[in-house]
């Protein structure tokens, strides 16, 4: 017996043992019961830290008990090897993203093996690797086709030191989530993925039974990220001309309420800064041009503008109450979304706790349209038994009152239906993923510019559009912009005429939400998942970030679309 344990000599005998026998590489086999225990691949930011170490200890105890116990468990590993970590570390050190990435890919590998994970390392990828991203474009394609993906101009986060769109999830107390930079709204032109036709199917498997063992707060916490509503979508009219003499919004201002119940209570209108109403009432109106600006680098979502106080100016324009007919003054609001139902909202001072601060701030009326338990209106502090969650009997609202909550909104609904100005609308609190980043290090997007055709997908057979790994960034914008060799010899495939290429790239949790089904057969060239799939698939074990979590749900919908 050794008087002395030297753990470096037992550790290195046991990997020499380890690496001789290929001892963790797994193959389909049918005779044995299947385990396959993934790990959320990690961003290769140079060295490993704890929770790197217990995510994967965890998958790596519970894979030996199980080989132990004569199952066939694969445990795969890759990275996440896109993203503004590696483009800003060029930036700082001078040098390609590329090389950054691999030399830190190499000497975190090591550290992996070193700790004698039971990784089967044949199974390994990068999501900077052609091979890898190529499937990220062909899954695109396929989406673009089915209509899955497609393009629009919209109001977006913008982050001013990384240069690039976020999404709502990145923005932190309306600041960027790497940077902590104040967040800006701009409204630029980008590719999205549809996710909002599958919200009712995610609410489902969210609020059921098909996610055993979630803890049911974080379910709830899904549950209100997808946000459901139903209520009536009904129209304000209006006769407000454009600078071309037609009617904006052909006439007409919509707004969703899930309270239609007290429409006989509106006071006035609130606009988002970006609505069509209110850059036309700015190109007059100085103050108002001047709080529009100010707006955008106000908050982003719902959750930070319910946080900031209630600001707004009036745009001297006014609309019609579609079922009284009276005129009802139009306000921009720094609380209302563009990107939340149409981008206006009714007022209700009296029956809504941000309406009701709203209009005590500037003087505007307030009138009670609901009678709840048979209490007086307040009209100088909120009281949550006239809020928004209370219900009663409608009030001061001619034929409408004395109904309950229910009857009047159907009433409601079918008075404004009888008129063309309304019907009730399920809507959503979850948004369609914006997937375009203005930024270098990411999955190009393969599409082709042309003047003539505008947008034009680059077909199958010429995927991968391969990323250049020698671009050096600067600070100045996206490198790919000036990359002759991106653009070299690009032409439209209709025409034929000389192109450019889109030098958008994708959001890197595009990468990061189907790396799981390609572990099961990561060489196959012919296939994006292919027939490992058939026998690894589904996941037994996932540690991980929930968002990854949710992404996969998402992605194996899309798939199951795609391929149909």
């Known amino acids: 017996m050794q008087d002395k344990y030297s753990h470096q000599e037992v550790e290195r005998a046991a990997h020499s043992h380890w690496t001789a026998r290929d001892a963790y590489r797994v193959t389909e086999d049918t005779s044995k019961k299947k385990f396959y225990a993934c790990s959320m691949l990690p961003y290769p930011s140079g060295k490993l830290h704890m929770g790197h170490v217990r995510n994967y200890t965890i998958n790596d105890m519970l894979t030996r008990y199980l080989r132990m116990n004569g199952h066939n468990v694969l445990m795969p590993m890759g990275w996440d090897a896109f993203g503004l970590p590696a483009e800003n570390a060029a930036l700082k050190n001078g040098v390609p993203p590329a090389k950054w990435t691999y030399e830190n890919i190499a000497y975190m590998k090591k550290q992996m093996q070193a700790m004698g994970l039971a990784i089967d390392w044949s199974r390994e990828v990068a999501t900077c690797d052609p091979e890898y991203y190529k499937w990220n474009q062909w899954l695109f394609l396929k989406m673009l086709e089915k209509g899955i993906a497609y393009r629009k101009t919209q109001v977006v986060n913008w982050d001013p030191v990384d240069q690039t769109v976020l999404a709502n999830e990145q923005v932190i107390d309306g600041k960027g989530w790497r940077t902590g930079a104040v967040v800006e709204k701009r409204e630029i032109p980008g590719y999205y993925l549809k996710i909002t036709d599958y919200a009712e199917e995610l609410l489902d498997f969210v609020t059921g039974d098909k996610l055993p063992g979630w803890p049911e707060r974080v379910k709830l916490m899904q549950e209100n990220w997808i946000g459901k509503s139903e209520g009536v979508r009904f129209a304000f009219t209006h006769d407000i001309q454009g600078d071309d003499g037609k009617l904006i919004g052909d006439g007409k201002m919509y707004v969703f309420t899930t309270r239609?119940?007290?429409?006989?209570?509106?006071?006035?209108?609130?606009?988002?800064?970006?609505?069509?109403?209110?850059?036309?009432?700015?190109?007059?109106?100085?103050?108002?041009?001047?709080?529009?600006?100010?707006?955008?680098?106000?908050?982003?979502?719902?959750?930070?503008?319910?946080?900031?106080?209630?600001?707004?100016?009036?745009?001297?324009?006014?609309?019609?109450?579609?079922?009284?007919?009276?005129?009802?003054?139009?306000?921009?609001?720094?609380?209302v979304l563009m990107g939340y139902g149409d981008g206006a909202v009714m007022g209700v001072p009296a029956h809504d706790e941000r309406d009701f601060a709203f209009a005590l701030k500037y003087g505007i009326e307030i009138k009670q349209v609901v009678l709840v338990d048979g209490e007086t209106f307040d009209y100088h502090q909120w009281n949550d038994w006239y809020g928004d969650k209370q219900r009663g009997v409608t009030i001061n609202s001619d034929s409408f009152s004395g109904l309950n909550y229910k009857d009047a909104v159907n009433a409601v609904a079918h008075a404004l239906e009888q008129k063309g100005l309304g019907e009730k609308k399920t809507t959503w609190r979850l948004r369609d993923w914006g997937v375009s980043r203005q930024r270098y290090w990411g999955t190009p997007i393969p599409i082709i510019h042309c003047d003539e055709h505008g947008a034009v997908p680059v077909p199958e057979k010429d995927l991968p559009v391969v990323l250049p790994q020698d671009c050096i960034p600067d600070g100045s914008g996206n490198p790919l912009h000036k990359h002759e060799g991106f653009h070299a010899g690009v032409t439209c495939p209709v025409c034929g005429k000389p192109a450019r290429r889109e030098t958008d790239t994708m959001d890197t949790f595009v990468d990061s939400s189907w790396y799981f089904m390609r572990y099961c057969d990561p060489k196959n060239a012919e296939a994006m998942v292919a027939g490992g799939a058939d026998y690894w698939m589904p996941m037994d074990q996932y540690i991980g970030g929930i968002e990854h979590a949710i992404l996969h749900l998402l992605y194996a919908r899309f798939w199951t679309k795609v391929m149909r």
Not at 280 to 287: D, M, Y
């Open 260 to 335: 239609a119940d007290t429409i006989m209570g509106v006071t006035f209108c609130a606009v988002a800064p970006e609505h069509p109403l209110a850059t036309h009432a700015a190109k007059s109106n100085p103050a108002l041009a001047a709080f529009i600006e100010e707006c955008k680098t106000g908050g982003t979502t719902e959750a930070e503008l319910a946080t900031q106080e209630k600001k707004g100016v009036p745009t001297g324009l006014f609309v019609t109450h579609p079922l009284t007919d009276e005129k009802v003054q139009v306000w921009v609001g720094n609380y």
